[in-house]
């Protein structure tokens, strides 16, 4: 149980923190080099649509919006963000986030990029890894790019030594619980 425990509530706060990191590169990009942000409402719109029977759209923008796409975009996204982090967990161990390393972060956080290439891109009207897009090898290069900042956002501190390990990275009430969880 304590395993469970500390798998679950490592996945969450390593996805939940990963995703936040990419969100805040996002900001950046836009700043930095004029890249518009995520659309999360069009994810939100795909999303909505799958339980309908509809997976392929030509493209999202055009098929009619669904009530509460922004919410079920961003809420979709953070948890895609968690689950990616329990693959990282699942591949790494548990006992990784005790000392990580940034080797199966990256690793992981860049593999990742085959959802969007083969998955929701094709499913939202880009075609696959954005081959029907303006611009496709831009887009793949940002798409590679952000889930390489998911990566690197996914270790909480690389190569830390500490007495608690990547732990340290975290709240004290979390480090505590977790302690008591037998995580550490």
């Known amino acids: 149980?304590?395993?469970i425990y500390s798998y679950l509530m490592y996945s969450l706060l390593i996805g939940a923190g990963a995703t936040a990191v990419m969100d805040l590169w996002s900001i950046?990009?836009?700043?930095?080099?004029?890249?518009?942000?995520?659309?999360y409402a069009l994810v939100?719109?795909?999303?909505?649509?799958?339980?309908?029977?509809?997976?392929?759209?030509d493209p999202i923008a055009?098929?009619?919006?669904?009530?509460?796409?922004?919410?079920?975009?961003?809420?979709s996204h953070y948890a895609?963000?968690?689950?990616?982090?329990?693959?990282?967990?699942?591949?790494?161990?548990?006992?990784?986030?005790?000392?990580?390393?940034?080797?199966?972060?990256?690793?992981?956080?860049?593999?990742?990029?085959a959802a969007p290439f083969l998955v929701m891109q094709p499913g939202m009207g880009a075609g696959i890894a954005a081959s029907r897009t303006p611009r496709p090898a831009a887009a793949r290069l940002q798409s590679l790019v952000t889930h390489a900042v998911?990566?690197?956002?996914?270790?909480?501190?690389?190569?830390?030594?500490?007495?608690s390990g990547?732990?340290?990275?975290?709240?004290?009430?979390?480090?505590?619980?977790s302690f008591r969880a037998g995580a550490a």
């Open 150 to 163: 998911f990566g690197l956002g996914s270790t909480p501190r690389p190569g830390s030594q500490t007495s």
């Open 44 to 57: 939100g719109r795909w999303i909505a649509w799958l339980p309908r029977g509809r997976f392929r759209h």
């Open 166 to 177: 990547g732990l340290d990275a975290y709240p004290e009430s979390f480090r505590a619980a």
């Open 80 to 113: 895609i963000g968690i689950a990616f982090a329990a693959l990282l967990l699942a591949v790494a161990g548990v006992d990784w986030v005790r000392e990580p390393t940034l080797g199966p972060a990256l690793l992981v956080g860049i593999a990742t990029v």
């Open 62 to 75: 055009r098929t009619a919006p669904v009530a509460g796409e922004r919410l079920i975009g961003w809420a």
């Open 28 to 39: 950046a990009r836009k700043r930095l080099l004029g890249i518009p942000l995520p659309d």
């Open 1 to 3: 149980m304590n395993t």
